[in-house]
């Protein structure tokens, strides 16, 4: 595969496509993220980042077309695409009765990690994402800022060189959100790369210096931050493109007193 600007890209999606029935949720998609960038995937709920993102990672076949990380095809290579990456699903499953430093060991081991690197490293996430005092507390009674950061470390553990984030952030509490970004941005400037999936624009805003947006299983626009939204807000940009209808409730005057 040619490298972009001199470096193979994070990730690259060409032709996706998948259907469910008679629905198509992402129609021939094709996506390039640079290698180093912070790339935000934005669009409504409906819009298919989730299974965009659910086929880029193989969690999902698609019905065409391919995904590739830093190069490697991901359903030609799994095992070599996998070590390259590290993936937060949306509604991530977790075994509910460990406490997450065992979960973090089980991970490793199942990655076939070095023991003593897996001690090390498993330290090294629960004090950062300020687990260490839930050093006794199972999962189960894991509140959701603490899943969303102990998702964040078993997809950190392996040390990959590209995350995938569906919805990181999506109620999650101001200080573990805080934990989250500062971690995320260091990750970036470390020389990762990051594809973080949302529909909350302003965050998208705040994090990303790349964006593509999504509507009905297209990508409407892709580029810079600043260039795809052109002066204007990415909220404003969105609705433009994807030629959303937004105006006042009518019919409701019952709710007027």
Request: proline letters at 5%.
């Amino acid at each position: 595969m040619a490298p972009v600007n001199g470096q193979v890209p994070a990730l690259r999606l060409v032709g996706l496509h998948k259907a469910f029935g008679a629905a198509v949720a992402v129609d021939h998609l094709d996506l390039t993220v640079p290698a180093g960038s912070f790339f935000g995937l934005v669009g409504p709920n409906g819009a298919g980042k989730t299974t965009a993102l659910s086929m880029a990672v193989g969690l999902l076949r698609p019905d065409a077309g391919r995904s590739e990380v830093l190069g490697v095809d991901v359903w030609a290579d799994p095992t070599r695409a996998r070590q390259l990456m590290g993936v937060l699903p949306d509604g991530l499953a977790m075994p509910e009765r460990l406490t997450g430093r065992e979960l973090l060991t089980l991970i490793g081991q199942l990655r076939g990690m070095d023991p003593e690197v897996i001690v090390r490293r498993t330290q090294d996430l629960l004090d950062v994402m300020g687990l260490t005092g839930a050093e006794r507390t199972l999962i189960v009674d894991y509140s959701t800022g603490m899943r969303k950061k102990i998702g964040l470390a078993t997809a950190l553990l392996h040390a990959p060189r590209l995350l995938v984030l569906d919805e990181p952030f999506e109620a999650v509490d101001p200080v573990s959100a805080a934990t989250l970004r500062a971690i995320l941005v260091r990750f970036v400037a470390d020389g990762g790369s990051v594809v973080l999936s949302s529909h909350v624009m302003p965050l998208v805003e705040e994090l990303c210096d790349t964006v593509a947006m999504m509507a009905l299983g297209k990508v409407v626009a892709a580029g810079p931050l600043d260039e795809v939204r052109a002066g204007h807000s990415l909220e404003e940009t969105f609705i433009r493109l994807a030629g959303a209808q937004v105006g006042a409730a009518q019919g409701l005057s019952w709710l007027t007193s």
